[in-house]
Nanobody, 115 residues
C-alpha cells in the first residue's frame, strides 16, 4: 500500500515563502510522475508542478518563476518551494504519485496567503 503524507502548509503573508514536503512510503515501483496539485474553494483541482521519472519538470504558467518542484529519490521525498506567494495561491495542496499500477493522493496541506 502506498502512502503520501504532505507537510509544510500554513499561513503566510503575500510575498512570503513556504516549502511543502511529501513523504512517500510503501510498495512504490513503476513511477511515472510525482507532482503537486491544488484546489481552491469552489474550484477544480489543478496541476501546480510535476516531475517525471527522468527528472523533467512541468510547471503551471500561473506559478512559473515562483514555484519549484524537486525530489529526493533516495528518501522518496517530493518538495515544492513556493516563493513570492500571492493571495490567489491560497488552496489545499495535494501530493500525487502516478505509477504503472496506480494513482495515489495525499490528504493535502492547506496554504493560506493573507495579510
Amino acid at each position: 500500500q502506498v502512502q503520501l503524507v504532505e507537510s509544510g502548509g500554513g499561513l503566510v503573508q503575500p510575498g512570503g515563502s513556504l516549502r511543502l514536503s511529501c513523504a512517500a512510503s510503501g510498495s512504490i515501483f513503476g513511477v511515472l510522475t510525482m507532482g503537486w496539485y491544488r484546489q481552491a474553494p469552489g474550484m477544480q483541482r489543478e496541476l501546480v508542478a510535476l516531475i517525471t521519472s527522468s527528472g523533467t519538470t512541468n510547471t503551471a504558467d500561473s506559478v512559473k518563476g515562483r514555484f519549484t518542484v524537486s525530489r529526493d529519490i533516495k528518501k522518496n521525498m517530493l518538495y515544492l518551494q513556493m516563493n513570492s506567494l500571492k493571495p490567489e495561491d491560497t488552496a489545499v495542496y495535494y501530493c500525487n504519485l502516478d505509477t504503472l499500477v496506480g494513482h495515489y493522493w495525499g490528504q493535502g496541506t492547506r496554504v493560506t496567503v493573507s495579510s
